[in-house]
């Protein structure tokens, strides 16, 4: 019998935060410095999820499960696959972290902090023709639970330049790495 020895290059990142703190760009820019697969949990959003977030109609949990599961899909067959993906999701409530580690807990969640005032302005001036109007924001932030004691993560004021920001999580990150 021969068994297969996976060497994986450290954790799964989840960078999270509400709508308009910057995930996707942030994400986009890590998983270019680390060499590392990018997706953006947008992406994964159904139709009608999309439709609903665009009426102005927060998602409920039930909406958001099969969302959830496809995105724990994606972690898991990145890391079997040897990489260090990057996902860029709000992951705004314990429970749904839980579920984002339900099928690998080598997650490290890059939790973005950003002024309610500076997300209003950057949703309103979203030239993507996003789906999450900026009447959402304030959901966004009644339903985000800081990351908690027991969840790997880091929490970082992402109030910068998208550079400056990427320099100091890929700092906290090699410091992380380096202490496992």
């Known amino acids: 019998m021969s068994f297969v020895v996976h060497e994986y290059p450290g954790p799964a990142i989840v960078v999270m935060g509400v709508s308009g703190c910057g995930k996707s760009l942030v994400g986009e820019l890590l998983a270019a410095r680390l060499g590392a697969a990018f997706a953006d949990a947008d992406d994964f ?34 890391r079997e696959r040897g990489q260090r993906p990057v996902l860029a999701c709000s992951s705004l409530r314990r429970p749904y972290r839980d ?13 973005l902090l ?9 949703v309103r001036e979203r030239s993507d023709h996003h789906f999450m109007p900026e009447s959402l924001v304030d959901s966004q932030f009644l339903a985000l639970e800081p990351l908690a004691a027991d969840e790997p993560g880091i929490t970082v004021d992402a109030d910068v330049s998208p550079s400056a920001l990427v320099d100091g999580i890929l700092r906290r990150l090699r410091s992380a790495d380096d202490t496992q």
């Open 45 to 78: 959003h159904s139709e009608t999820n999309r439709e609903k977030m665009a009426a102005g109609i927060p998602l409920t949990d039930a909406d958001r499960l099969p969302w959830l599961t496809r995105l724990a899909r994606w972690l898991h067959t990145e």
């Open 99 to 111: 579920v984002l580690r339900s099928l690998d807990d080598r997650i490290l969640f890059v939790h």
């Open 114 to 122: 950003v002024p309610i005032d500076v997300v209003r302005v950057r």
